[in-house]
């Protein structure tokens, strides 16, 4: 793995920019504008990850299920008034087929800048940004750090459960109908260990101090740098150029997919 | 003069329970005394600790009231169990959270971490070190040096060094006392040898949580002798007293010539690493292994090798048969988690002493009359219906244990099995396990406690840096004893 | 008493969040797979994404914790790499909005099937927002909109109304909920007997 700039960004910054272009592309109703942001946002992805193309690829592979999972319902059964095919209950038309994959593709340009938000961000620098520059509130992040703290936790604790029920003996069947039993083996203790850990870490952090309200200082300061500028430089491009080659360059004579 | 720290008729009642805890209790503390709480296991240490810091009700709520309630300001409070104290995932950031709650600048932070780090002896390659990678014991410092981050004007400590090998409660214990001048100090402790020194006034309670005693330790230690050996307390010269009492008894039986458990060139593997080794050991019924060796050293992630808890290389043979992925071990090996907690898998302490009958299909009444008569002797006939985590530490402790060793397996896998206990019950439970040992059983037995090693076990496992130094014979053996190994 | 949630409330129900975002990342590609069977079968799955909100409240039975719980899970998904992206996050402060919504109507008073049935329409309904904006759902065929509504609606009230209900009365026997819960008036009036 190496730090492309994209780690370096302020992690407030770098959430806010994309939940903007986020809610852009919810307006985005015309094909082509989003194909070509999705191609950018696909280079930019692969470009500044930074983590190995085997990692990725693996991480990537949901990504084709995502995409037939959102797009196949509207292209069988959207409504449409150009009919390519009928049959049965399915009914393809020309405008329900570019509707389907105009939300597959949304689906995949989100599913796209999300990961590249989670690959090049530290959760522990992302709510000690969110604490000093979004004015979260302690008690929230520290909450959520916490939390995460604990999944390794719980990832060992049910290893623990396991162990204990294997030195307890819990019986080992198999077979379907002994589901519903190892569920409920698992989930219930997992479930409860974690919530009575979840309020001793509480009880912990209030017997050392820990006060919501009271003023803090900062064990790792998030700052602002230049890069900040270059990625939100990046998103009003990625606006820019795809709307503009959308309009005089368009691979479809569709303007919006929405049924008119 | 106001009091510095006060309770006037206390009263406490946990949720559901019939009894109250703590029927107006007065204690009153002033500032710098330097005070030590005894009481039979379950009485109320902890809960009260837990009222005079101030968590009681503020964090937990649990109904009480009180005349009068003066507490300090600043407290620092190191907690029982030492999972389950820290907010974050690293060493440093976890002493950083407390410097950031008392707005410590930031410049400073680095080399604070160091300082207090160093003052508990906790010595690491990295500060950014993972806190779930520490051992049981290596954790409790880490959980005392945060508190000494806080500066409190009152330290509470319960059972702090519980967990910790013999090195390291003494230099834990003289980490406090060499910070201690002005410092308040409230301390819980079964085991007196070293605090004794540190504090200058003991409270005592009964069973009841009643205050049966209260003065000046030489006082108390003078002439409340009886009641401390009454309620089963820990006090000075317990174990001689108990060592001329029961002279220790030599192993009459013959040992069978055929090892019961064997291990050649046998490692024990965590996350491809392998972390203990052992070159060759046999081991034969009726012996009582001691496993002792440093915090870290390796000696619980030994016996989980044993226990096929994690992954092993090398061979290994019980009952002369080869032990494979398949083999299902709880019917030949008992097995006590080093954390009480992780042993329960019901809820409440009367089936989770059933349940590994149950598993069994033993009858009924046979389950009934058994959980009677354990419940009777390790003193849990009163939470008979409770949550097992609604114990106290020592009840959870003496649940883990017996809970385990219910179906007669020819093993008994211990870690740590007496920590936290209150003398009646150390000794009821290591009879217990002597009597067990004698009708032939095989004990191993991990503990940092010297005197349990000299006056019970046959045989000395010295575990240091993930290997098994020595092994060696201690007590009085008979010619038939170990000689043969 | 002090305003808002208690720092242990706010940590119990973030760590409930957490378990069930760990369970919604596994979700996840189960009911993508499903999805192109076509006839929203996957539909009736939709509504485990709405049982953290559910499952907090009826633990911890204050305001905001539904919300709070939701958004949480969500959050926990998408930093675990969810291949939903960014949208989760979105979709989360709807859902937890929606469930919120139902509990407050209650006056948060309420805890039985029914009110927690509705809850999980309320975050139903949530979602649903989304997909009218992102996937244009109203552009499906009446005939299957209506069926793409119902099975979630059915999904929605199995999962997260129902069987988060067994599952907190199950954990209910653990003990673990008087920890969250206030202590009953009838054990202070106890202390003075
Ligand atoms: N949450 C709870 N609900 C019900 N009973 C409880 C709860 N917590 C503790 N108790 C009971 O209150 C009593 C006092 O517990 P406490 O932990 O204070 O004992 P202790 O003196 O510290 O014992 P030990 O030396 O074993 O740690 C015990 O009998 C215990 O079973
Ligand atoms: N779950 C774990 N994952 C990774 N490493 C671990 C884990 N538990 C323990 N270790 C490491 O393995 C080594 C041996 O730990 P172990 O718990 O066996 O020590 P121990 O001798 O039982 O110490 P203690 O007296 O403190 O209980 C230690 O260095 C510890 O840091
Ligand atoms: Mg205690
Ligand atoms: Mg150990």
């Not at chain 2, 009481?39 to 837990?50: A, V």
């Not at chain 2, 003052?119 to 070190?129: E, F, Y």
């Not at chain 2, 009643?210 to 006082?219: F, H």
């Amino acid at each position: 793995m190496k730090e492309t700039w994209m780690y370096k960004i302020n992690p407030t910054v770098k959430l806010v920019g994309l939940i903007l272009l986020f809610i852009q592309i919810l307006t985005i109703h015309n094909i082509n504008i989003l194909l070509n942001l999705t191609i950018i946002v696909c280079l930019t992805f692969f470009l500044f990850n930074g983590f190995p193309l085997k990692i990725v690829a693996l991480l990537l592979l949901p990504f084709i299920l995502v995409f037939l999972s959102t797009s196949s319902s509207m292209i069988l059964f959207g409504k449409g008034d150009t009919t390519w095919i009928k049959w049965g209950l399915i009914h393809i038309t020309e405008e329900s087929f570019f509707r389907g994959i105009h939300i597959g593709t949304r689906a995949l340009v989100f599913a796209f800048l999300g990961l590249l938000f989670t690959l090049t961000t530290k959760p522990v620098l992302l709510f000690y940004s969110l604490m000093q520059q979004a004015r979260l509130k302690p008690k929230y992040a520290y909450s959520f750090l916490a939390g995460y703290r604990l999944i390794p936790i719980m990832y060992e604790e049910f290893k623990v459960i396991h162990q204990a029920l294997k030195v307890r003996g819990i019986q080992r069947k198999k077979g379907l109908s002994t589901i519903p039993s190892k569920l409920k083996a698992y989930c219930i203790p997992l479930l409860s260990q974690s919530i009575r850990r979840a309020h001793r870490i509480g009880v912990a952090m209030e017997a050392k101090k820990f006060s919501s309200n009271g003023k803090r200082t900062f064990y790792y300061q998030v700052g602002f740098s230049v890069n900040d500028l270059y990625f939100i430089a990046l998103l009003i491009g990625f606006s820019f150029v795809s709307y503009t080659f959308g309009h005089f360059y368009p691979y479809f004579p569709i303007q919006d997919v929405r049924y008119q | 003069m106001d009091p510095f720290m006060k309770v006037e008729n206390l009263r406490l009642k946990f949720p559901k329970e019939k009894d109250l805890l703590f029927k107006d209790l007065n204690v009153s503390i002033n500032k710098g005394e330097k005070v030590l709480l005894l009481g039979p296991s379950g009485c109320g240490k902890s809960t009260l600790l837990q009222v005079l810091a101030g968590i009681i009700p503020r964090s937990i709520e649990v109904p009480m009231k009180a005349d009068q309630l003066v507490l300090p300001d600043s407290s620092g409070y190191v907690f029982q169990d030492p999972d389950s104290q820290f907010c974050m995932p690293y060493v440093d950031e976890e002493i950083a959270f407390v410097l950031e709650n008392l707005q410590t600048p930031r410049d400073q932070m680095k080399q604070k971490i160091s300082h207090y780090l160093g003052k508990v002896g906790l010595q690491l390659s990295d500060l950014h070190t993972n806190i779930q990678t520490l051992s049981g014991g290596q954790k409790q410092r880490l959980a005392i040096a945060s508190i000494l981050a806080l500066e409190p004007e009152v330290l509470f400590l319960d059972e702090p060094t519980a967990m910790l090998d013999p090195e390291g409660t003494i230099e834990v214990w003289n980490t406090i006392e060499g910070l201690m001048d002005q410092q308040t100090l409230v301390i819980v402790e079964h085991k007196i040898e070293h605090v004794m020194r540190l504090v200058d006034r003991v409270i005592v309670f009964n069973q009841s949580g009643e205050i049966i005693a209260d003065g000046d330790k030489d006082e108390i230690i003078k002439s409340y002798l009886p009641i401390l050996r009454m309620n089963g307390i820990w006090y000075p010269g317990v174990w001689d007293e108990y060592m001329s009492e029961h002279p220790r008894v030599t192993l009459e039986e013959k040992i069978s010539d055929q090892p019961l458990m064997s291990l050649r060139d046998f490692e024990v593997v965590r996350k491809k690493e392998s972390v203990v080794k052992v070159p060759v050991v046999d081991v034969y019924s009726h012996e009582w292994i001691a496993i002792v060796g440093e915090n870290g050293a390796g000696k619980s992630t030994l016996l989980q090798g044993i226990m096929q808890l994690l992954e092993t290389k090398g061979e290994y043979h019980l009952s002369g048969k080869k032990v494979t992925k398949k083999r299902e071990l709880f019917h030949e090996l008992a097995y006590v988690f080093q954390n009480p907690e992780f042993q329960f898998v019901t809820n409440s302490v009367e089936d989770e002493l059933a349940h590994s009958l149950k598993v069994f299909h033993t009858e009924e009444h046979l389950i009934a009359e058994k959980v009677e008569e354990m419940l009777t002797r390790f003193s849990l006939e009163d939470h008979r219906e409770k949550h097992p985590y609604q114990l106290s530490m020592g009840q959870k402790r003496r649940l883990s244990v017996a809970s385990s060793i219910m179906q007669n397996q020819r093993i008994l896998l211990l870690d740590e099995p007496t920590f936290g206990q209150d003398s009646k019950n150390t000794f009821a439970l290591l009879e217990f396990l002597e009597q067990e040992r004698q009708i032939g059983t095989t004990i191993l037995m991990i503990t940092h406690d010297e005197q349990i090693v000299e006056q019970f076990a046959t045989r000395r496992w010295i575990i240091s840096k993930g290997e098994l130094s020595r092994d060696e014979t201690v007590g009085k053996m008979n010619q038939f004893g170990l000689l043969h190994v | 008493m002090s305003k808002g949630l208690k720092l242990t409330d706010i940590l119990v129900t973030v760590v409930i969040a957490i378990v069930f975002g760990v369970i919604y990342k596994l979700w996840s590609p189960l009911y993508a797979a499903v999805a192109p069977l076509g006839l929203h079968v996957d539909q009736l799955l939709y509504g485990m994404w709405f049982i953290a909100a559910t499952v907090a409240f009826l633990i911890i039975r204050k305001p905001g914790v539904a919300f709070l719980a939701e958004v949480a899970a969500a959050s926990g998904e998408f930093l675990m790499g969810s291949e939903w992206g960014l949208e989760v996050l979105i979709y989360g402060v709807l859902q937890g909005l929606g469930a919120e919504l139902v509990f407050m109507l209650f006056l948060y008073k309420r805890f039985d099937l029914l009110v927690v049935s509705l809850a999980a329409v309320g975050s139903t309904i949530g979602s649903l927002i989304m997909d009218f904006y992102k996937g244009y759902i109203g552009d499906l065929a009446l005939w299957n909109l209506s069926l793409f509504m119902g099975a979630r609606v059915i999904g929605a009230i199995l999962i997260a109304g129902v069987f988060a209900y067994v599952l907190v009365k199950a954990l209910e026997k653990t003990g673990v909920t008087n920890l969250v819960r206030s202590a009953n008036q009838s054990d202070y009036d106890a202390l003075n007997q």
